[in-house]
């Protein structure tokens, strides 16, 4: 189990200051529409980002 894993199996207290619908990330609380992190980090993969789309949770770990 990765320790820094917040679900399945592992604690997870909804951040509900971070709501999420990743279901397959390892920091979303499965029962709840949100992550368990305490913060995340955001950010793009395009270098003029133009829309939502554009832009990504860098927090984001495959459960
Ligand atoms: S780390 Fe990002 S993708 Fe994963 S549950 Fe939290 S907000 Fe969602």
Same mark, same amino acid.
């Given at each position: 189990?990765?320790?820094?894993?917040?679900?399945?199996? !592992?604690?997870? $207290?909804?951040? =509900?200051?971070?709501?999420?619908?990743? +279901?397959?990330?390892?920091?979303? *609380?499965? &029962?709840? @529409?949100? !992550?368990?992190? $305490?913060?995340? =980090?955001?950010?793009?993969?395009?270098? +003029?980002?133009?829309?939502?789309? *554009?832009? &990504?949770? @860098?927090?984001?770990?495959?459960?």
């Amino acid at each position: 189990m990765n320790k820094d894993c917040t679900n399945s199996g !592992c604690e997870c $207290t909804p951040n =509900q200051s971070i709501k999420c619908t990743v +279901n397959n990330c390892a920091h979303h *609380c499965q &029962d709840t @529409q949100y !992550c368990g992190l $305490t913060e995340i =980090q955001v950010g793009t993969h395009e270098t +003029n980002p133009t829309m939502v789309e *554009c832009t &990504d949770c @860098q927090s984001f770990k495959l459960k």
